[in-house]
């Protein structure tokens, strides 16, 4: 039946399918077609393009009947309960849509300015689910991906970039809206705003009815207390969580963050470390490292104060593709390849973030016989060493 919206069919039409065939769908069964889908040769960006018609025709058909309860504190809980905010947030935003519909608000210029301003500060706050989202993509995916459970997370991925888009335009678009008119604003929100604040509830429904009930299935409470432990590294969004959940045996499930060799020491050619001056030393780098092996799994990566891209211990042991976006997954996979061959032997970008100024270069790792032993990727924020002149050649520390 997905496949058959694929072809044009009227989702409406298939809907009414779905309904009278199958009336409630387990959540589980909706994972394994999507990830048989994509397994069958069906494009990650088709299902990417069509998900939002997707989840039109499951919602209301999607069984939870035999999900499992969620313990008060567990990550998924506060998943929800972020939804719960989030929610709020959009009714909000809808209630001030229907109103300039319906014209029921003052059609002043400073009356749709002040109703702007207040759709903005919505839109700035709904910015924060982005917390929420790179809390799947860096802790929850990586553990349904070991488990092979690799096309849901991908798609869900990509459409969480989407809803990134289109918050980034809403904000632009509310920003540049003073003096409208009623009838332009009525505009603004049908082309820019309503998609917005629509992919914001669509995810929530994909999480609450598949995503969640499917990973309480697929993980254990180890794997979660893992999640759990690195949860702070990246917070909360518009909630946070008082409630505490430890699973059974927790002190000896905890996230170790001391190597095993801690105290040991590390022979090179040209010198030696303890364990803990390497430590300290890779941490204390003004650069980000991140260390691929040659099957394309991460390694290691270094844990300084100020990092510049999140990592979580979550994606040691993770494939490198599935560490990127769905956009970008193509060009990692070119620069292996062209550092595997020996065609290659950099791959540098530098990009704009905010006001940083951001270099980044990989660079295959090769053995005295020229083996391609994996790959190294180093950031470093480039903006004070640009606006450098002149010389300083007298004692002067950094601050």
Known sequence: ????????????????????????????????????????????SEVLKLCDIHAMVLDGNIDLSEAKPIPAGHPVDTFKKENR?????????????????????SNSTEAIDTIGMQMLSIFNALMDVDKHYRRKENLLFPFLESKGITGPPTVMWGKHDETRAFLKNAIEALQNAKGATASEMADIIDVVLAPASKAITDMVMKEDEILFPMAMDELTDQEWYAI??????????????????????????????RNEFSGGVVRLSSGSFSIDELTLLLNTLPIDITFVDKNDKVKFFTQGQHRIFDRNRAILGRDVRMCH???????????????????????????????????????????????????????????????????????????
């Open 325 to 399: 976006p769905p956009h970008s997954m193509h060009i990692v996979d070119q620069i292996l390849k062209d550092f595997k061959s020996g065609k290659e032997s950099a791959a540098p970008f530098w990009i704009q973030m905010g006001e940083k100024f951001i270099y980044i270069t990989y660079l295959p790792l090769r053995d005295k016989e020229n083996k391609y032993m994996g790959t190294i990727e180093f950031s470093q924020d480039l903006t004070g060493l640009r606006a450098l002149e002149g010389e300083q050649r007298l004692l002067s520390y950094g601050k």
């Open 1 to 44: 039946m997905i496949l058959q919206l694929h072809k044009g069919e009227a989702p409406e039409t298939v809907k009414t399918q779905l309904t009278n065939l199958l009336k409630g769908i387990p959540y589980d069964e909706v994972v394994e077609v999507e990830q048989e889908l994509i397994k069958e040769g069906l494009p990650v």
């Open 228 to 257: 759990l432990q690195q949860t702070n590294e990246i917070g909360y969004c518009l909630f946070d969580p008082t409630d505490e959940w430890l699973p059974e045996n927790a002190e000896t499930t905890a996230f170790d963050l």
């Open 85 to 105: 905010e989030l929610e709020k947030l959009v009714m909000t935003l809808n209630g001030i849509y229907a109103d300039i519909n319906q014209n029921a608000l």
